[in-house]
């Protein structure tokens, strides 16, 4: 086929190149405005896929994922299909467990599962007629200038378009990306973190979930640790991060067994011995990569989104609802610059670069509170503390995590008020200890304490002391 965006009775053309979950919401998005949508994906249908390739660790919504869903009638069906997480559930190694809440009382994010929500959304940009579905297709090439299109059938065949707008929604490893790389004055970084991660199945017990559901379980061990999020089918995914290095130094399932006795006890009879030692070895650590690109366009033919234009690492779940979010920012500038493709893509690179990279920061910062700072006393105490002068200034003092899960305050926005407020309470803190101090030593100045009187106390108190000793 061969199908152009030419003539004066004809639509504009968008081509979404990328079936995952930001390309088929783009889809919708698109569709609804009244392109004629041609959307492109390597894979096949996984609408009718027996099995779906791909990473598979469990999403997290919150909502800017949901505000986006909402823009094209998706959210009440997504979040119905969802399971609410009230709290962080920190399992220590002797096996208490302890909540650190998400928010307020009523907020919550939800446990959504990757494959479901993707066929969802597919299933609903084919609903609107002027959308296209083109499963097998790989991009083999595309123009710029021209915006004509090549890919090749998965039966070897080729396949063009002439595009008016190319939408790259093909993930980190985005084709549509490469040729940005070949052109002047695009900065691109990629990292790779020293850590991989790892997917296990906790199994129902009796018909129910194995461990309280409304909750993201981890496991925090400073360097590594291990999380799980419940599933519709009452399992468990749990997703294991650690060190490549540490990962390779297991190599049997004895080892695998005693690895867990160590420091995840109390999950080995809620997964079984045998699956534990089966999945282990079934895939190898998977690896993890942080992306950053500016601008995120080219002229007024093409622009990059979701993750081939940020992938972030999964620790702050907002890899999805940064995603979804890109969406909608461009869907407003669309209606800033009424559809004028010249002016919306240099306004979204605008817009949007200094955002993504913030929640590409945020989301590694993030590994390190998850793994080794919610088993400090001084995190928790800031963490009470950001809370009870929330609830007292509730429009003055935000905690970070409120903002960017809760919100849609822009992430680069989210993270300065967070460095203002920070230094402002950490002051704050200095000066009341500073003051108690100061206080209580003129308390003593000026009504000094009988010596005598505290002789005998420390006397009787000695006497405890070595009595209990021996």
Partial sequence: MEKSAEGPTKKKVVAVVGGGLVGALNACYFAKRGFEVELFETREDIRQAKIVKGRSINLALSHRGREALKHVGMEEKITSQGIPMHARMIHSPSGKQSTIPYGKKGQYILSVDRANLNKQLLTEAETYPNTNLNFGHKLQDWSAETGLM????????????????????????????????????????????????????????????????????????????????????????????????????????????????????????????????????????????????????????????????????????????????????????????????????????????????????????????????????????????????????????????TMVTFTRTRYHKAVERWHWQDKVINRGLLFSATGAVLGCSYLLIKNPPDINKLILPAEKLWSRVVALRT
């Fill in 150 to 401: 090549t890919f090749v059938r998965s039966d070897g065949s080729e396949d063009q378009i002439q595009a008016d707008l190319i939408v790259g929604c093909d993930g980190a490893f985005s084709a549509i990306r490469k040729q940005f790389t070949r052109r002047s004055r695009f900065n691109y970084s990629q990292t790779y973190i020293p850590h991989g991660y790892m997917e296990l199945t906790m199994p129902p017990i009796n018909g129910e979930f194995a461990m309280k559901p409304n909750y993201l379980h981890i496991w925090p061990r400073n360097t590594f640790m291990m999380i799980a999020l419940p599933n519709l089918d009452k399992t468990f995914t749990c997703t294991l991060f650690m060190p490549f290095d540490d990962f390779e130094k297991i190599t049997t399932g004895d080892e695998v067994v005693e690895f867990f006795q160590k420091y995840f006890s109390d999950t080995i009879p809620l997964i079984g011995l045998d699956a534990l030692k089966r999945d282990y070895f079934r895939l190898p650590g998977l690896p993890m990569v942080s992306i950053k690109c500016s601008p995120y366009h080219i002229g007024d033919k093409c622009v990059l989104m979701g993750d081939a234009a940020h992938a972030v690492v999964p620790f702050y779940g907002q890899g999805m609802n940064a995603g979804f979010e890109d969406c909608i920012v461009f869907d407003e500038v669309m209606d800033q610059f009424n559809e004028d493709f010249s002016a919306v893509l240099p306004e979204y690179t605008r817009v949007r670069v200094p955002d993504d990279h913030a929640i590409a920061d945020l989301a590694m910062y993030n590994y390190i509170e998850m793994r080794a700072h919610v088993n400090s006393t001084w995190f928790l105490f800031r963490k009470h503390v950001d809370n009870f002068l929330h609830f007292l200034m509730p429009k003055t003092i935000i905690p970070l995590y």
